[in-house]
């Protein structure tokens, strides 16, 4: 008993805490719209972070829809969201759903780490090719593990973000301005991995609203114009497999 209370408190619970899904709005911010966030939103400060992004020569991460960053030293894995059953019963997409995304986000190295080797072996296990086993040592700063599974940084920028929050319960605002001349903006609502994602569907809708949001295409992000502009053949394959 006392082991699995020690389980429990050390190992099961930190993890539990770390499965945050990100549902998010992109929209590209009009003079009009920073008037009204500037108005009614708080602003609660301005950083700026260097986004590297990692992937095999095939694409085997991102054509999954899987991506893989260091940003300011950290490991991030960004990982799909499949529809619950709740969801599915809601009718599928809807509307505010079509406009949003969502990303399961795995922060602890050992996680990652087992979560691309599983990504990147069911693709070297189809073209039956060697798998490689041994990722070396797991700390932030050793990064041995990417050779060992073919990854190789794809793309690097530098973003500078301004993020509000706004009255609605857990509601951030960012204002991102990439150096590689792209601005955009993002509603973004965090939910623990399990919770029901309509609420966070409805608060972003509420937002959206509230700033005077208009149209009903989804708005690229920073990696679908960097990829457009810089990588376009990884563009066309992402494309091409319904990923961007
Ligand atoms: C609109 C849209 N954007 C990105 C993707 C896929 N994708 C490409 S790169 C990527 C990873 C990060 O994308 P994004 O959230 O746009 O970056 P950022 O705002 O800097 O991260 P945050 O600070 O919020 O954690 C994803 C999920 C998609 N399917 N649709």
């Not at 992109?26 to 990692?54: N, S, W």
């Not at 095999?56 to 940003?71: E, G, P």
């Not at 996680?111 to 932030?140: A, F, M, Y």
Request: hydrophobic content about 35%; proline content about 2%; charged content about 30%.
């Amino acid at each position: 008993w006392e082991q699995s209370c020690i389980e429990t408190c050390f190992l099961i619970l930190p993890k539990m805490f770390q499965m945050s899904v990100e549902v998010e709005r992109k929209f590209i911010c009009t003079e009009e719209i920073l008037k009204v966030l500037e108005k009614t939103g708080v602003c609660v400060g301005q950083r700026d972070f260097h986004d590297q992004y990692f992937d095999t020569a095939n694409f085997d991460l991102t054509l999954q829809d899987f991506w893989l960053r260091n940003r300011k030293g950290s490991w991030e894995l960004k990982c799909p969201v499949t529809m619950n059953k709740a969801d599915q019963a809601n009718g599928g997409q809807s509307k505010a759903e079509a406009l949003c995304s969502r990303y399961r986000e795995i922060i602890d190295l050992t996680d990652i780490q087992q979560k691309v080797r599983e990504k990147t072996d069911e693709v070297v296990d189809s073209q039956s090719r060697t798998i490689t086993t041994d990722d070396g040592p797991k700390t932030q700063e050793d990064e041995t593990w990417l050779s060992g599974m073919n990854l190789k940084c794809f793309a690097e920028f530098t973003t500078v973000r301004r993020s509000f929050t706004l009255e609605e319960d857990g509601v951030q605002v960012d204002l991102d301005q990439a150096d590689f001349g792209y601005n955009v903006g993002e509603i973004e609502v965090l939910v623990t991995e399990g919770e029901d994602v309509q609420s966070a569907l409805e608060k972003i809708g509420k937002a959206a609203q509230k700033l005077g949001l208009t149209g009903n295409q989804k708005i690229p992000g920073k990696m679908d114009i960097y990829l457009q502009r810089h990588l376009p053949k990884h563009y066309e394959a992402l494309m091409m497999a319904h990923i961007l």
